[in-house]
């Protein structure tokens, strides 16, 4: 079978969720050194099923970095922190994002998000919705000869409903539920197993906290913080055979800060720290043609340093805070040696973080910039964001701009755009977002 198209996200994610079991980073040995091999930080980065889940839907988080845990409430925060919507200052908001997708790899790849929420008449609770629509393009399949199977247009896509409840006048909790389905093969034959859509369901627990009318000097400030563990749910596979891969299980967290300069100035301050809740990659034992050595009673690969990744849910999730293997080596005795601190030093590396700033004139402008950064060691995104907004009546337009901060990233000139509505009983004085 052959994939005409540089289809490369697409087959990267059908690979991951067909192979029997994944092969991580494996040890430094030393007789590979003449060849090249360096035995220092070693690259290990976490693989899950459906990681359209963790990209940034709408325009306002775009242009800050992708922080949006604790910014405040808008009907995006469907994604990013679902129990802000009890603090929303509309009665209703309903939105359209767009965004065209690594269009420096394929051409026809794009993220749609529609997103929309209600406040319930206690003016204390709130419920919301969304759907999360991934289009990878357009993929040819072939027989071995060159003879035209199929052409499929693989997509993925996500179902939520919110509900948000105010504890207190400053704290309020949240929980959203997803149905995601991944079709990426339309149900053929792929290496010799019977391809299916991935399909799992998953839940979300968020909090949040917000303090007004708080003094920072002479200015009136505004504190959030929240956080958000995201998509706690199954397992996914693609076929009746293959192993099951996590999906992304996300920790996210960080605080706000909004400073009211004056009557028709405003900024905020916004600071995201994410890490993946799910198996880090271990590293297998080699034996002395370099190959990966299976153990005869489980069948898996031995680990060498680390923790089998083919666990339950709820085992990965805990695990996630110590299984990192860290930097492995063999000795002149082919003994396992792990470097001192790597471990710990690892786990510090899986969280990445995403910051940025809003800056408001007269509720109605607002102009937007951010950074996002992970290890080389787990992905290595580095990009510059941009941002704009603007707000009239109930209708708002936002738009951000993606700078990669590395060489030939896929991501690099990243552009997403969102129409948002709001609705309010009296809508002579819409109220404020910012």
Not at 63 to 76: C, H, R, Y
Not at 176 to 182: D, E, L, V
Not at 251 to 265: A, E, F, I, T
Request: proline residues 5%; contains cysteine; charged residues 20%.
């Amino acid at each position: 079978m052959t994939f005409p198209r540089p289809l490369i996200l697409c087959i990267a994610l059908i690979l991951i969720a067909l192979r029997p079991s994944s092969v991580a980073a494996q040890p430094c040995d030393p007789q590979f050194q003449s060849a090249g091999q360096q035995c220092g930080d070693q690259l290990n980065t976490i693989t899950t099923a459906v990681p359209f889940l963790l990209i940034s839907p709408d325009s306002r988080a775009g242009g800050m970095g992708d922080a949006g845990v604790a910014v405040s409430p808008d009907v995006n925060a469907i994604h990013w922190n679902p129990s802000k919507l009890a603090f929303a200052e509309n009665d209703a908001e309903f939105s359209m994002s767009y965004s065209p997708w690594l269009r420096n790899l394929v051409p026809d790849m794009s993220l749609a998000y529609l997103a929309g929420y209600k406040r319930l008449s206690n003016k204390r609770s709130a419920v919301g919705g969304s759907l999360r629509y991934f289009n990878l393009g357009s993929i040819l399949f072939t027989d071995v000869n060159g003879s035209t199977i199929r052409d499929f247009k693989p997509a993925e896509f996500a179902v939520d409903l919110a509900f948000a409840q105010k504890f207190s006048e400053n704290f309020s909790g949240g929980i959203a539920i997803r149905y995601i389905n991944s079709n990426l093969t339309g149900g053929i034959s792929v290496q010799g197993a019977n391809s299916k859509a991935g399909q799992s369901v998953a839940a979300d627990v968020s909090f949040y906290y917000r303090k007004e009318q708080m003094q920072m000097g002479d200015k009136d400030a505004t504190f959030a913080f929240g956080t958000n563990i995201s998509n706690i749910g199954a397992k996914m596979s693609y076929t009746e055979t293959a192993a099951q891969n996590f999906i992304p299980i996300n920790l996210r967290l960080g605080p706000s800060l909004k400073l009211d300069l004056d009557q028709y100035n405003s900024i905020a301050f916004n600071l995201d720290v994410n890490k993946l809740l799910v198996p880090t990659p271990p590293v297998y034992l080699l034996d002395e043609n370099n190959s990966p050595i299976i153990d005869p009673v489980t069948g898996n690969y031995q680990v060498a340093s680390g923790r089998d990744p083919d666990a339950g849910i709820v085992t990965g999730i805990l695990g996630s805070f110590s299984d990192a293997p860290g930097n492995v080596s063999y000795d002149d005795d082919r003994n396992v040696v792990v470097e001192s601190g790597s471990k710990f030093r690892e786990e510090i590396r899986e969280i990445n973080l995403a910051g940025g700033l809003e800056y408001w004139y007269a509720q109605q402008f607002a102009f937007r910039a951010g950074y996002f950064w992970e290890h080389y060691t787990k992905g290595n995104r580095k990009y510059f964001t941009l941002g704009a907004g603007v707000k009239y009546s109930i209708f708002t337009l936002d738009l951000s701009y993606l700078i990669a901060n590395t060489q030939r990233s896929p991501l690099a000139n990243t552009l997403r755009f969102t129409l948002g509505f709001k609705f309010n009983k009296d809508t002579k004085k819409p109220a404020a977002n910012g």
